[in-house]
């Protein structure tokens, strides 16, 4: 079964939580309450993004993380990497050459290469943006329109 890591899903959650913010500045204790994740998880995961270029992090008494960058420039590859490093199905995928013990004589390399390279284009065709649209935010809002065309509107 192919599945993102638990700090990746998480990281995707926090990432829609602060686009949904737009740009306010957002703490991590704060995110952590809401997301309902434990405080040292949210905060090793907004290292991470900040680390990436995906979140700007402020200091002082206002402090707190913001998006780096509009919504729409960040992708669900763009965070993905930020917490596991490059997309790669297979070992030799994700470290090349030479890190597999049967690499000369495998069969599948060049189709397991096809469906990465198809996943990574996948994960990079979805923005930030559209993922928080249809979602209900976590902070109460909610989106009317793009739940409703979803058919999530009661």
């Not at 189709?111 to 990079?124: P, T």
């Not at 209900?136 to 409703?148: H, I, K, N, S, T």
Request: glycine content about 8%; charged content about 20%.
């Amino acid at each position: 079964m192919i599945r993102l890591s638990r700090l990746a899903d998480y990281g995707v959650v926090l990432m829609v939580q602060l686009a949904s913010e737009r740009s306010a500045v957002v703490t991590a204790h704060d995110l952590s309450a809401v997301s309902r994740l434990p405080l040292p998880t949210v905060s090793k995961l907004l290292s991470a993004m900040a680390r990436a270029g995906l979140l700007e992090a402020l200091r002082g008494a206002k402090g707190g993380y913001r998006l780096a960058r509009a919504a729409e420039d960040i992708t669900l590859a763009d965070i993905v990497s930020a917490v596991e490093g490059p997309i790669a199905l297979t070992q030799c995928l994700e470290f090349g050459p030479g890190h597999c013990e049967v690499e000369r004589i495998c069969p599948s390399q060049r189709g397991f290469r096809l469906v990465n390279d198809a996943v990574s284009k996948a994960f990079a065709a979805v923005t930030l943006a559209e993922l928080v649209s249809p979602a209900a935010v976590l902070w109460g809002e909610r989106q009317p329109e793009a739940m409703a065309g979803a058919g999530l509107a009661g």
